[in-house]
């Protein structure tokens, strides 16, 4: 069965960082993209950014909005991805998801539950 | 950048069949995707490559894509399949993903 778990989610403030990490199980980590989207309470879904699997060159890719400031990993002896979330902005509060795609393919067929960051002073 | 256009709301009776636009330049030519939103639940895929069901998704859900629209369809509509839907799709010029604002459907 996949699971996707996010964590490290929580309350930071402005200009502060954060890191969330998604712990991924039953498939086979290493083959996949493994990207982040959020979501804004009450808005829309919107992607934040994604990692290629090790074979595309573990290239990555970030939405405009967070580009210089987010940063995307992953360590695949951990199945393990990261959000490296900088310079944080009061509108980055959101639920953050991580999901995983075969790369090429990009649709998102298993999501995590999500973990909640809020950025405030 | 690229734009996916879904109306903020659809609303039909129970039995009817639901049908929920996406629009975008020259859209079917292009790879579209559909996701289920319950409140408070994570987002579910439905329909990829425009037309595909995953597993565990009923045959009442199903996708087409032609021309500047791109549709998901839900035939028999149920009082549980009332959320947000969003379309998603792959932006190769930007390398970006990219989702519609989302569609709430109502079952009245």
């Known amino acids: 069965e996949v699971q996707l778990v996010e964590s490290g989610g929580g309350l930071a403030q402005p200009g502060r960082s954060l890191r969330l990490s998604c712990t991924a199980s039953?498939?086979?980590?290493?083959?996949?993209?493994m990207s982040w989207f959020r979501q804004a309470p009450g808005k829309g879904l919107e992607w934040v950014g994604f990692?290629?699997?090790?074979?595309?060159?573990?290239?990555?890719e970030y939405a405009a909005s967070v580009k210089g400031r987010f940063t995307v990993s992953r360590d695949d002896s951990k199945s393990i991805a990261y959000l490296q979330m900088n310079s944080l902005k009061t509108e980055d509060t959101a639920v953050y998801y991580c999901?995983?795609?075969?790369?090429?393919?990009?649709?998102?067929?298993?999501w995590g539950q999500g973990t909640l960051v809020t950025v405030s002073s | 950048s690229y734009v996916l256009t879904q109306p903020p709301s659809v609303s039909v009776a129970p039995g009817k069949t639901a049908r929920i636009p996406c629009g975008g330049n020259?859209?079917?030519?292009?790879?579209v995707h559909w996701y289920q939103q319950k409140p408070g639940q994570a987002p579910v895929l439905v329909m990829y490559?425009?037309?595909d069901r995953p597993s565990g998704i009923p045959e009442r859900f199903s996708g087409s894509n032609s021309g500047n629209t791109a549709t998901l369809t839900i035939s028999g509509v149920e009082a549980g399949d009332e959320a947000d839907y969003y379309c998603?799709?792959?932006?190769?010029?930007?390398?970006?993903?990219?989702f519609g604002g989302g569609t709430t459907l109502t079952v009245l």
């Open positions: 039953g498939f086979t980590f290493g083959d996949s993209a």
């Open positions: 998603q799709m792959w932006d190769s010029n930007s390398d970006h993903v990219i």
């Open positions: 999901t995983r795609d075969i790369t090429g393919t990009y649709y998102f067929d298993y």
């Open positions: 990692i290629r699997s090790r074979l595309y060159g573990e290239t990555t």
């Open positions: 490559f425009d037309r």
């Open positions: 020259n859209i079917g030519s292009k790879s």
